[in-house]
């Protein structure tokens, strides 16, 4: 009776889960924006020094709780010789951050590329897909049009999923409520990714 109750209540209580995939080039910002984002949307959160964030090599992994969405977020590392990982998890993922560094012009085509293979994924269709403009704090960086000039031949590929451009500085936390707020709307609402199955055993 016990496991049987204590199963309901589980089932009628727990969150929703959520997988968001943190994808971007190396030295990106990915990880800040990840930590930004744990700080900002998890009690007693109290985070790592930003400063001493290095490159990832592998995966980096976070969870944060907003209404009843529980979103879980893998951040995966950027350097070329790890984005053929990318894909092992997209099966699994109902959103996308794909994070760019606004103040790295000679790498903008290296992130075009590694942006359009991924949105070329069958197994992504249909995934919400937020972009964001990070570092804008830095004097005659990329903005917003900039960018979205720059991919403007990627908008077949992006089809008919949620996709927003932002403007964030992942370092002071600029743009990060908004960009979550917005991921996690989508994410509730695209019936064709519905969100992990409850476990009541």
Not at 37 to 55: A, D, E, V
Not at 118 to 127: H, K
């Amino acid at each position: 009776m016990y496991t049987l109750l204590s199963g309901l209540y589980k089932y009628m209580f727990q969150k929703d889960e959520y997988c968001v995939l943190i994808l971007g080039l190396d030295n990106a910002g990915k990880t800040t924006f990840l930590e930004q984002t744990k700080t900002k949307f998890s009690k007693n959160y109290k985070g790592m020094n930003l400063s001493k964030i290095t490159t990832t090599v592998g995966l980096n992994i976070g969870t944060i709780d907003v209404g009843k969405a529980r979103l879980m977020f893998w951040d995966l590392g950027g350097q070329e010789e790890l984005q053929s990982l990318w894909d092992k998890y997209y099966a699994e993922s109902h959103g996308v951050i794909y994070v760019i560094d606004s103040t790295d012009e000679e790498r903008l085509s290296e992130s075009k590329e590694a942006f359009e293979k991924m949105i070329s994924s069958e197994a992504l269709e249909g995934v919400p897909l937020l972009v964001l403009a990070n570092k804008q704090d830095v004097p005659n960086c990329l903005s917003v049009p900039d960018i979205k000039t720059a991919f403007s031949d990627c908008a077949p590929k992006i089809g008919k999923r949620d996709c927003l451009v932002q403007p964030c500085t992942a370092l002071t936390g600029d743009g990060v409520n908004e960009g979550i707020e917005w991921m996690v709307k989508c994410v509730v609402r695209n019936i064709h990714r519905p969100p992990r199955q409850k476990d009541i055993t």
